[in-house]
């Protein structure tokens, strides 16, 4: 399977998407067991922390849809090209 320059543009920034997203979603985990620990010790009151663990578990869940680089979509576009080519050469 070949792909053009574009394409590969495409996974090149796709790749980057990913690495950033599993970055953030480490930064997040460790900011949210900081928070577990300051509860824990008494310096933050549960409820003022409560909101913001909802809000960084639905950021790390929508994560890799926001920023800059292709959507998931694209690359499935690309795929599916790369698919329907290979299959009518057999």
């Known amino acids: 399977?070949?792909?053009s320059d574009k394409e590969l543009a495409v996974i090149a920034s796709a790749k980057k998407k990913v690495k950033t997203?599993?970055?953030l979603r480490i930064v997040l985990v460790i900011a949210?067991?900081?928070g577990i620990g300051?509860?824990?010790t008494g310096v933050v009151v549960a409820e003022q922390i409560v909101y913001l663990a909802v809000a960084a578990i639905v950021l790390a869940t929508v994560?890799?849809?926001f920023g800059t680089g292709p959507r998931y979509e694209e690359l499935l576009k690309?795929?599916?090209s790369k698919a329907n080519a290979q299959r009518?050469?057999?």
């Open 88 to 90: 009518s050469k057999t």
């Open 1 to 3: 399977m070949e792909f």
């Open 63 to 65: 994560l890799p849809q």
């Open 38 to 40: 300051l509860m824990f």
């Open 32 to 34: 949210m067991l900081s």
């Open 21 to 23: 997203a599993t970055f």
């Open 78 to 80: 690309i795929l599916e």
